[in-house]
Nanobody
C-alpha cells in the first residue's frame, strides 16, 4: 500500500502563510499526478490544486488562485502547497492524493487512488 503523509498544518491568523508537504513512501510519486484537496466541517471535499508528473500543468480552484502555489520534487517524492494570504474560509482538513501509475495529467474526473491522513489548517479571523 502506498503511504502519503501530509504535514505543515496548524493554526494561523488571517493573512498568514503555511506550507503543506505531502511525502510518499515508498518512492511512488514519479509518473503520478497529485492533487491537494480540502474538506471543511459540514462541507463537501473540494479540489484545491493539482500537479502533473512533469510539474507543467497546475490547475487551481478559483478561490485560491493567486494565493496558493503547488509544486513537486520528484527526486524527494514530495509535493508542496504554499498557502499565502490565508483567509478564515480556508479552514479545513487538507489531504493530498495520488493517481495510479501511468496517469500523469490531473484531468477533470481523474481517479485518485491513494490518500493521506489529512492535516488540519485553521485560520482565525
Amino acid at each position: 500500500q502506498v503511504q502519503l503523509v501530509e504535514s505543515g498544518g496548524g493554526l494561523v491568523q488571517a493573512g498568514g502563510s503555511l506550507r503543506l508537504s505531502c511525502a510518499a513512501s515508498p518512492r511512488t510519486f514519479s509518473s503520478f499526478a497529485v492533487g491537494w484537496f480540502r474538506q471543511a466541517l459540514g462541507k463537501e471535499r473540494e479540489l484545491v490544486s493539482a500537479i502533473s508528473w512533469s510539474g507543467g500543468f497546475t490547475p487551481y480552484a478559483a478561490s485560491v488562485k493567486g494565493r496558493f502555489t503547488i509544486s513537486r520534487d520528484n527526486a524527494k517524492n514530495t509535493v508542496y502547497l504554499q498557502m499565502n494570504s490565508l483567509k478564515p474560509e480556508d479552514t479545513a482538513v487538507y489531504y493530498c492524493a495520488a493517481t495510479p501509475p501511468g496517469i500523469t495529467i490531473p484531468t477533470l474526473g481523474v481517479n485518485y487512488d491513494y490518500w493521506g491522513q489529512g492535516t488540519q489548517v485553521t485560520v482565525s479571523s
